[in-house]
């Protein structure tokens, strides 16, 4: 019994070391300004990865390479590679669309849309070609259900999602999220708009979410990094300095300037 359970954390353990994205000396210009320089480092799979730095060094950036909404920006130039799944999605010939299905997104301030709870859940898979009534139900209770909200507005579906609290509109918009089955969710620091009592529902829920999703958290909050995720990396004026375990990162930094951030020195 003891071999079975060896080798089923060991394969467990392969399973968790699979690598979602890879970047390779990637760097990011805005016109003249260099904001991503050489990044190279993995996301792993069922994982929670933060990125923590002060204001400016990239953190958002970064997120927003790994499902290219940077090029909404004009005057954004690319170079290097980021391979989702072993397919490098800066290449002219990856279809943008085929991360859109991939890869859910939580920003900084809750954004609901003007709709009903019901539409802000139904609207992608509706998008991706989903009609049948009882199929949609299912995903909105699933999803809502997932993002740990469904008790609260299951009497309630119909009502418009402005009526929601802060932090109901927050976990409202990860359901959304959850409801195209994505392998990945980018959060950009998801709870700072949050009361502490919201922000730790939310912490609970990407615990909980990390079971089947890969998560990479950006957040200003060195406590909730330490808290929430595995993998952290630390990046200052455009630059990783310290990728690792996060218990590495905070109790045994390798970098001073790590060392110098973590403990409050700056930033
Ligand atoms: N749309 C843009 N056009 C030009 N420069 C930009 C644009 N967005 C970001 N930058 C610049 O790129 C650099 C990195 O910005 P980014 O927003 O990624 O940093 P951040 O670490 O997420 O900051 P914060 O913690 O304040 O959100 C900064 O110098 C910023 O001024």
Redesign the pocket.
């Known amino acids: 019994m003891k071999y079975v359970s060896e080798v089923k954390a060991k394969a467990n353990e392969k399973e968790n070391t699979a690598v979602v994205y890879n970047t390779d000396d990637l760097n990011l210009w805005?016109?003249d300004?260099h904001?991503l320089k050489n990044i190279n480092f993995p996301i792993y799979e069922k994982k929670v990865t933060a990125i923590i730095?002060p204001?400016?060094?990239?953190?958002?950036?970064f997120l927003k390479t790994l499902n290219r909404m940077v090029e909404l920006?004009p005057?954004v130039k690319t170079s290097g590679k980021i391979s989702y799944r072993d397919q490098n999605i800066l290449d002219r010939s990856f279809m943008v669309e085929d991360l859109r299905t991939k890869v859910g997104m939580v920003f900084q301030k809750p954004n609901p849309f003007p709709k009903s709870i019901y539409d802000n859940v139904a609207y992608g898979p509706r998008i991706h070609g989903i009609k049948d009534k009882k199929t949609l139900d299912t995903i909105v209770e699933s999803s809502l259900k997932g993002a740990a909200i469904w008790e609260e507005v299951k009497d309630r579906l119909k009502e418009n999602a402005y009526g929601l609290s802060g932090g109901q509109q927050q976990r409202l918009c990860i359901a959304r999220a959850l409801a195209i089955e994505p392998d990945v969710i980018l959060m950009d620091e998801p709870t700072s708009a949050l009361d502490p009592k919201s922000t730790l529902k939310v912490e609970e829920l990407i615990q909980e979410l990390k079971k089947d999703f890969s998560i990479v958290i950006?957040t200003?909050n060195m406590q909730q990094a330490a808290r929430i995720s595995d993998k952290t990396a630390f990046m200052l004026n455009?630059e990783l300095i310290e990728y690792d375990e996060t218990d590495a990162i905070f109790q045994n930094p390798k970098d001073k300037r790590t060392e110098d951030y973590i403990t409050g020195r700056f930033g």
């Open positions: 805005y016109g300004t904001a730095g204001s400016g060094c990239g953190k958002s950036t920006v005057s950006v200003h455009g």
